[in-house]
């Protein structure tokens, strides 16, 4: 039983919102930590809920959201050295394996959209594919670093953005602006989603 759900049963309640908490089991991975973390928050919940039980919803994922940097961190800290590098190995090979997605998925649209009038649509489908991309390669640096694995997909996404500013900067390679924005909009979200797919997986293996 989930802290949400203890925390529901003895209030009478509806417990905190269960997306929130599947969120929180994605950037805690130590199962005590999480059951504390979870544990404190249901309590508060509760007893906003009395008043305003939207309100005690959007306090529960405020809290969530403004800590999962530091928890999520605080993991791979907690590993030492070894973690560290375990993260920057992770970030390299998802990145080249985001690069190579990315370019054989790109050949492939450029052959079927081959024809002038319809690269708008091209870019278009590129932008989606990128996010299954993204979402690929997020999982596969949460493969990797399994102590902390949102963290090398949010640390990925981040690269992402860097280099695509970088090329941005240097002309974008003649693509128009709109088709760089809606790609960095879309790469951090997408590798932290695949990062917190692979963390829900490592943990219904150990509940």
Known sequence: MTAGAKGKRATGLEGPPRSAEVFA???????NLREVVLGDLAEEHARIAHASRLRANAWYWWQLIRSALPLTFS??????WRAWTRLAVAV??????????????????WRFFSASWLQGTMLVASVLTGVLCAVVAGYA?????????????FVLGLLCIAMGVMLVSRGGDGLPIWYWVSLESIVLPSSIVGAALRARQLIGRTS
Request: charged share 10%; glycine share 6%.
């Open 92 to 109: 390299i090979v998802a990145y080249a394996a985001l690069f190579v997605l990315v370019m054989v998925s790109d050949a492939m649209l």
């Open 141 to 153: 640096a949460a493969c990797i670093c399994s102590r902390a694995p949102v963290a090398p997909g």
């Open 75 to 80: 993991a791979v800290a907690r590993g030492g």
């Open 25 to 31: 089991a994605a950037i805690i991975p130590d199962a």
